[in-house]
């Protein structure tokens, strides 16, 4: 039977485990990525001289490709080993982000570019969530995913203010896309430690 642990008892122990921490560190990157998407790739696309209807389209994508790799990596996460799915998810978004850079500037670049994009943009949710529920067992899953929820803020927080600031120091996103690569591989390489195992005297959910 599992032992009841009180929702800051749990933090605490949540914070000594180390998978937790690393899952947590990620999830910062997620929020650095996805933020700094919302808010500038209208600008990223202006930047690269094309109208502003491209921005509107890659938005679009994001957002419908974002449905698809959402839903497709909800469903994997019954076949694959969560931390592995995060580890391509990453590894993906760094691949794109050069991509990107090397390519030429066009519109249809830029649609693929949202594109990938969406199918990495919060397909990072389920396998996760996953982890965190897997580690702890459901009855502190939701206080420790929110902690979780909270470094992902902070790194949109830091996603979104960094690539305005790199524009306005550079005049253009370069140097963003840089650290975005660095820190997407980071995270991609973070995840590969993490031991998929429920803590002593929790039950892991049976996978419907």
Not at 40 to 54: D, F
Request: net charge positive.
């Amino acid at each position: 039977t599992a032992r009841p642990v009180g929702a800051r008892a749990a933090v605490r122990e949540a914070l000594r485990h180390r998978g937790y921490v690393l899952l947590a560190a990620g999830f910062f990157v997620c929020g650095f990525h996805v933020a700094f998407l919302a808010v500038h790739l209208p600008g990223v696309v202006e930047a690269c001289g094309l109208s502003p209807q491209w921005g509107g389209w890659a938005l679009a994508m994001l957002g419908l490709f974002n449905i698809i790799g959402s839903l497709a990596v909800g469903w994997a996460v019954g076949r694959w080993r969560m931390k592995s799915l995060l580890a391509l998810i990453y590894a993906v978004r760094a691949v794109a982000v050069l991509a990107f850079l090397l390519a030429p500037k066009t519109g249809t670049v830029v649609l693929v570019f949202a594109a990938v994009m969406g199918l990495t943009y919060l397909s990072t949710v389920p396998p996760t969530a996953g982890l965190v529920t897997k580690f702890f067992g459901p009855a502190q899953m939701a206080t420790l995913f929110g902690v979780v929820m909270l470094t992902h803020q902070i790194g949109a927080f830091f996603g979104s203010w960094m690539g305005g600031k790199v524009f306005e120091w550079t005049g253009n996103y370069d140097w963003f896309w840089y650290a975005d690569i660095l820190l997407a591989v980071a995270a991609a390489l973070m995840h590969l430690p993490i031991r998929e195992a429920p803590l002593p005297g929790r039950t892991a959910p049976v996978a419907a």
